[in-house]
């Protein structure tokens, strides 16, 4: 199966849960689904003109990440043609977050995805592959509700589904700024090292998902949005 299909293989019925630190389920809802009940993931191509009309007010306080989002060469020219795909968090009107991602060949010839020392430390050999997590923004309405932790781990959930089938798939990659160090590592990525001005390289191996995070997820988390 595609990890795109993965990816977009939700349920819109069931309850969805948020993850507390020890990988327990709690009993109440996501925050983000209480404050926006009617919310769902899309595909950007597949936005309503409405939708759309949101991008022009979507912030989420990093100016490169919103006007990737909100202009032509940005996130659509980039799935236009195929070079990334996206998962877009939206109510019938407006749009609250949004993932870019791409799956990478490791090639070593174009190393800006992923850096010399990850690949000599995780011991990535050409023809692997890695999944990288290029964009990821939440709207300020939305912040501190839970929507990006949920966006992130889909990805993670999906990248160890696809790694059953495709052993090449072993590591989920991406460069946060500073100020998401605390977020991704408190998902478990593990930093490896700074890869340019303002810019952390952090990496995941697909195999260490933890079990009862995996089941937690695919039963009760993200099986509605």
């Given at each position: 199966?595609?990890?795109?299909?993965?990816?977009?293989?939700?349920?819109?019925?069931?309850?969805?849960?948020?993850?507390?630190?020890?990988?327990?389920?709690?009993?109440?809802?996501?925050?983000?689904?209480?404050?926006?009940?009617?919310?769902?993931?899309?595909?950007?191509?597949?936005?309503?003109?409405?939708?759309?009309?949101?991008?022009?007010?979507?912030?989420?306080?990093?100016?490169?990440?919103?006007?990737?989002?909100?202009?032509?060469?940005?996130?659509?020219?980039?799935?236009?043609?195929?070079?990334?795909?996206?998962?877009?968090?939206?109510?019938?009107?407006?749009?609250?977050?949004?993932?870019?991602?791409?799956?990478?060949?490791?090639?070593?010839?174009?190393?800006?995805?992923?850096?010399?020392?990850?690949?000599?430390?995780?011991?990535?050999?050409?023809?692997?592959?890695?999944?990288?997590?290029?964009?990821?923004?939440?709207?300020?309405?939305?912040?501190?509700?839970?929507?990006?932790?949920?966006?992130v781990i889909k990805a993670m959930t999906a990248c160890m589904a696809k790694a059953k089938t495709d052993p090449n798939l072993k590591l989920i990659v991406l460069h946060a700024t500073e100020s998401a160090?605390?977020?991704?590592?408190?998902?478990?990525?593990?930093?490896?090292?700074?890869?340019?001005?303002?810019?952390?390289?952090?990496?995941?191996?697909?195999?260490?998902?933890?079990?009862?995070?995996?089941?937690?997820?695919?039963?009760?988390?993200?099986?509605?949005?």
């Open positions: 199966m595609e990890l795109n299909s993965i990816l977009s293989n939700y349920s819109d019925n069931s309850t969805q849960y948020p993850i507390t630190s020890d990988g327990a389920a709690t009993k109440s809802k996501a925050e983000y689904l209480v404050k926006f009940p009617t919310i769902k993931p899309y595909k950007f191509e597949n936005l309503s003109e409405q939708q759309k009309s949101s991008l022009e007010s979507f912030s989420c306080g990093n100016s490169g990440i919103d006007t990737f989002l909100r202009h032509g060469e940005g996130l659509k020219f980039q799935v236009d043609r195929h070079k990334m795909k996206s998962m877009v968090m939206a109510t019938e009107t407006k749009v609250l977050g949004y993932m870019a991602y791409s799956e990478n060949e490791v090639t070593f010839s174009i190393p800006k995805m992923c850096s010399k020392t990850l690949r000599e430390a995780s011991g990535l050999q050409k023809g692997d592959k890695i999944f990288v997590i290029r964009y990821l923004g939440i709207d300020l309405s939305c912040k501190k509700l839970g929507l990006g932790s949920a966006l160090c605390g977020f991704y590592e408190k998902l478990g990525f593990r930093k490896i090292g700074v890869v340019a001005e303002g810019l952390i390289e952090y990496a995941y191996t697909v195999t260490e998902l933890p079990f009862n995070i995996l089941i937690i997820v695919d039963l009760m988390v993200l099986k509605s949005i």
